[in-house]
């Protein structure tokens, strides 16, 4: 080898290092593709009255990029697709459970694990197995089914989330803190309250994260008052790669440490493993209290499945023991959370009204500043949802008065101070090119001259209505 060519190598190689420094480029390659297909105008103006102009009402064929959620919605690894020919799938007993279990009790740290057919199914248990009619839950910020659940044991939800988390201009590193003087508060004033519900990261914040500090202090402030603290570990991994990238003393330690240590200072989780856990669907409730795991053992047989499959496959068991092994790895995160931070920069810097710092699994858009003049009755998010399908085929979610529902005592609508629109990004699926794409339309769609006169409720479902409900168009 010459000189100059090895020099030549050389300054490639380096070259190479500062990229993969600088850069969220994705530590894998693509091995098999899905074609999607770009609609006309005409046909998605048909899709969407058809649908109630409600994004959740379109057909995914009608689709050109989903970013409708990132549940369920990921690109299985050739290891995970290899892991499903190894389903046993045994009605007790499946080893996948045994590999499935050991694998949380290794990265997330519980004793006991409960599967469950998603997130939802251990929300229900837990609510049922630990509130009382009259209970208080606080938790940060409320997730839909999650405080459906709550009520639905007839708890009350509480948000003691920072204000922060509710400010859309404020750029606190952890906007999903816990405000530790509401939380104590609630804790001196309420009759009886069975645990504090925490999410990490907050999703109807903007997937914002919660600090180690922060909680540290909740479980202290907990265990003072004899109160357990329950983990929303739907995305808890982007939440400790938030921990590493801003809180000091944690740069230097793995998600996979980070992780664990978070979810040390809390007493079980729900966990919807369709999010961080890199499968299409699967979840689990994990207890350390033997008591506790024993009556959601009792429950889970009635409502999921047995205790050793809660409506998995064994071979879902195995592909989701698979993803959390590659889901809490340093470079998927980074390239991950790096995706989203890539869309949310291009629209930033368009000046399209965003949710800020960048969250992480989506980034959100302020439905109020797209329309300024709209009332809030007639649902600017779901407005701004249906004009981005329209303009380009992109599938967003509505995360404002609609998702928010009615208060179950008065009947009236909740009116959140957010109204925003979610363009989630599912893990390991769109490229960069895609995501240039969507902040096209996402800033055409801001600068339209025209603006919408908004949407009214034709049909409005009794539970959980954003899912189902139908909307007809206000104006011309
Ligand atoms: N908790 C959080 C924070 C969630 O985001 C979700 C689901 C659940 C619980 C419920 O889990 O869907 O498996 O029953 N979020 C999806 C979303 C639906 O689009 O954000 P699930």
């Known amino acids: 080898m010459t000189i100059s060519s090895s020099s030549a190598s050389m300054e ?24 999607i297909t770009l609609t006309t105008e005409k046909q998605r103006t048909a899709a969407l009255s058809e649908a109630g102009y409600n994004t959740f009402l379109l057909r995914s064929e009608d689709v050109y990029i989903d970013l409708l959620t990132d549940s369920g919605t990921s690109a299985m690894s050739d290891w995970q697709w290899a892991g499903m020919m190894l389903g046993d799938e045994a009605y007790a ?75 859309l201009a404020s750029l606190h590193p952890f906007k999903g803190n816990v405000d530790l003087d509401k939380l104590e508060h609630v804790l001196k004033t309420a009759k009886r309250v069975p645990y504090i519900s925490l999410a990490a990261t ?92 024993e009556e959601a053992r009792n429950m889970v047989v009635v ?28 470079d998927h995160m980074r390239a991950r959370i790096g995706q989203v931070e890539y869309l949310g920069g291009l629209l930033h810097s368009a000046g399209v009204p ?37 303009d380009s085929g992109v599938r967003a979610m509505e995360r404002g008065i609609v998702s928010a529902g009615r208060d179950s005592k008065t009947g009236r609508h909740h009116y959140p101070k957010l109204e925003l629109v979610r363009l989630t990004i599912p893990r390991r699926v769109y490229t960069q090119a895609h995501m240039d794409v969507v902040a ?16 009214r409720m034709v049909y409005e479902p009794k539970y959980l209505r954003f899912f189902q409900a139908r909307f007809e168009r206000l104006g011309p």
């Not at 490639?12 to 899905?34: D, F, N």
């Not at 409320?142 to 007839?154: K, V, W």
């Open 12 to 35: 490639l190689r380096t070259t190479g290092q500062q990229l993969h420094r600088r850069s969220w480029a994705e530590p894998w390659k693509i091995k098999m593709v899905e074609p």
């Open 93 to 167: 007993g499946s080893k996948n459970f045994y590999h499935l279990e050991e694998t949380v009790r290794r990265h997330y740290g519980y004793k006991h694990l409960i599967p469950v057919h998603q997130g939802r199914g251990a929300e229900h248990i837990l609510s049922q197995i630990m509130i009382r009619p009259g209970d208080t839950v606080p938790g940060n910020m409320y997730f839909t089914t999650t405080r459906f659940h709550q009520e639905h044991a007839g708890g009350q939800f509480v948000d003691v989330v920072i204000e922060d988390g509710h400010d």
């Open 202 to 293: 907050v999703n109807m914040a903007g997937g914002q994260p919660v600090s180690m500090a922060n909680v540290r202090s909740v479980r202290e402030i907990c265990a003072r008052h004899g109160v357990p603290v329950m983990l929303d570990a739907t995305r808890a991994v982007e939440n400790a790669w938030f921990i590493k990238c801003r809180e000091a003393g944690y740069a230097d330690k793995s998600c996979a440490e980070i992780l664990l240590e978070f979810c040390s200072y809390t007493d079980g989780c729900t966990m919807s493993g369709k999010k961080d856990p890199l499968v299409n669907i699967g979840g689990w409730l994990s207890l350390n209290d033997d008591t506790l795991a």
């Open 303 to 330: 409502y999921e499945g047995l205790h050793t499959y809660g409506g998995m496959a064994g071979r879902d068991m195995e592909a989701m023991a698979r993803g959390i092994e590659e889901s809490v790895q340093d």
């Open 354 to 390: 965003i949710v800020l710092p960048i969250g992480g699994h989506a980034v959100y858009l302020d439905a109020r500043r797209f329309y300024p003049d709209m009332s809030q009755d007639d649902f600017p998010a779901q407005t701004l949802a249906a004009e981005i399908y329209l």
């Open 440 to 455: 096209e339309s996402v800033e055409a769609v801001f600068l339209q001259p025209k603006k919408p006169c908004g949407l």
